[in-house]
């Protein structure tokens, strides 16, 4: 069964309101891409007036030059949920999850697939966790 994209478009749009309303301009968050069959490190992302302040790789035996897609900004999660949804559209076997938090609206999980196979696709799947505002 396809995803209903009318309630996927509804979620997203409730998500950036609330996320618009919350009005965070500081805050932190762990973020954690796969995209099959890679596994990007795991990194804590900072941001600060809105703006990315830094990224830090939670194993630094794992650092490395580039950093996972979209480890950014939380407009960046919603960027990328935005883009993930007008490519799925046009999929025939679309799979497409995405969680977002019940009280700030920033997106906490996203798995853009397909229901033939159990891998995700290029945008792969993707989780944020201890989101948390900062002064």
Not at 3 to 25: G, I, Y
Not at 51 to 59: D, R, S
Request: positive net charge; contains cysteine; charged residues 20%.
């Amino acid at each position: 069964m396809p995803p209903d994209f009318a309630r996927l478009d509804s979620e997203l749009q409730t998500a950036r309101l609330r996320w618009k309303m919350a009005n965070l301009q500081n805050y932190r968050y762990e973020f954690a891409r796969i995209a099959a069959p890679l596994r990007f490190p795991d990194v804590t992302v900072s941001v600060r007036g809105g703006k990315l302040q830094g990224v830090t790789f939670k194993n630094p035996a794992e650092a490395t030059p580039s950093l996972p897609l979209n480890a950014g900004p939380v407009e960046a999660l919603f960027l990328e949920v935005t883009r993930a949804l007008a490519y799925q559209k046009a999929q025939p076997c679309a799979d497409l999850r995405v969680t977002y938090d019940a009280v700030n609206g920033h997106p906490t999980t996203s798995y853009s697939g397909s229901q033939i196979s159990p891998l995700a696709d290029g945008n792969a799947e993707w989780r944020v966790t201890k989101f948390s505002a900062r002064r």
